[in-house]
T-cell receptor, first 113, second 112 residues
C-alpha cells in the first residue's frame, strides 16, 4: 500500500484566493512529481523534484509553484486561483532508478468559482 | 522527441472476454522502462506492471499478461477473462528523461 497522501481531496474556492495543495510521502523517496489531469484526459507533468531544494518545471506550463524543503513534503501553491485552474492535481513519488514504479496520492479535485 | 500513443480510446467487452491494449512509444533511447497504470472511477492511479525495452519475452501475472515487440516499439497489455472491476482507464507510461510520461489512456468498459 502506497504511503503518499494528498490534502484536501476536494476544494472549492473563489477566484483570486491563494491555495496550497499538500502532498506528503513516508517512503523516503527522492523523486516527487505533480501532475494535472482534466476529466477524461491524460496526465500532464507540471512540476518535479529530484530531492530537497531541487524543483523543476514540467512539460505543461503552470502558474503554480512548488517547494521541497523536506524529503517527505512537496506542496503546490497557486498565488491567485482562476477558473482555468479547475482540474485534478495528482502527486506522485518514486525511488531513484528507471525500473522503480511511481506511487500516486488520491488526488485533489480543485474547483475555482 | 518522445511520443506515447494509445490509439484506442474506448473499448467495451462483455465480462469474461479478453481485452488487449496497445501502446507505442517512440523514443531515441535504446533502453527504458514502461509502466501500466489503472485509474478506476475513484480517480487514484494504481500501478499494475512494469516492462523493460530489452526483453521481448512474454510475461504473465495473474490475469495480466504483456509483451514487447522491439521492431515496432509496441507494448501490448492483455487482461484475461475480464471482470466488471476491470472497468477503468488504463495508462501506458514510459519512464525517460527523469520523468514518467503518460499516454491518453484506454477507457475499458466491462459489461456484465
Amino acid at each position: 500500500e502506497a504511503d503518499i497522501y494528498q490534502t484536501p481531496r476536494y476544494l472549492v474556492i473563489g477566484t483570486g484566493k491563494k491555495i496550497t495543495l499538500e502532498c506528503s510521502q513516508t517512503m523516503g523517496h527522492d523523486k516527487m512529481y505533480w501532475y494535472q489531469q482534466d476529466p477524461g484526459m491524460e496526465l500532464h507533468l507540471i512540476h518535479y523534484s529530484y530531492g530537497v531544494n531541487s524543483t523543476e518545471k514540467g512539460d505543461l506550463s503552470s502558474e503554480s509553484t512548488v517547494s521541497r524543503i523536506r524529503t517527505e513534503h512537496f506542496p503546490l501553491t497557486l498565488e491567485s486561483a482562476r477558473p482555468s485552474h479547475t482540474s485534478q492535481y495528482l502527486c506522485a513519488s518514486k525511488r531513484t532508478g528507471g525500473d522503480t514504479e511511481a506511487f500516486f496520492g488520491q488526488g485533489t479535485r480543485l474547483t475555482v468559482v | 522527441a518522445q511520443k506515447v500513443t494509445q490509439a484506442q480510446t474506448e473499448i467495451s467487452v462483455v465480462e469474461k472476454e479478453d481485452v488487449t491494449l496497445d501502446c507505442v512509444y517512440e523514443t531515441r533511447d535504446t533502453t527504458y522502462y514502461l509502466f501500466w497504470y489503472k485509474q478506476p472511477p475513484s480517480g487514484e492511479l494504481v500501478f499494475l506492471i512494469r516492462r523493460n525495452s530489452f526483453d521481448e519475452q512474454n510475461e504473465i501475472s495473474g490475469r495480466y499478461s504483456w509483451n514487447f515487440q522491439k521492431s515496432t516499439s509496441s507494448f501490448n497489455f492483455t487482461i484475461t477473462a475480464s471482470q466488471v472491476v476491470d472497468s477503468a482507464v488504463y495508462f501506458c507510461a514510459p519512464y525517460g528523461n527523469n520523468r514518467l510520461a503518460f499516454g491518453k489512456g484506454n477507457q475499458v468498459v466491462v459489461i456484465p
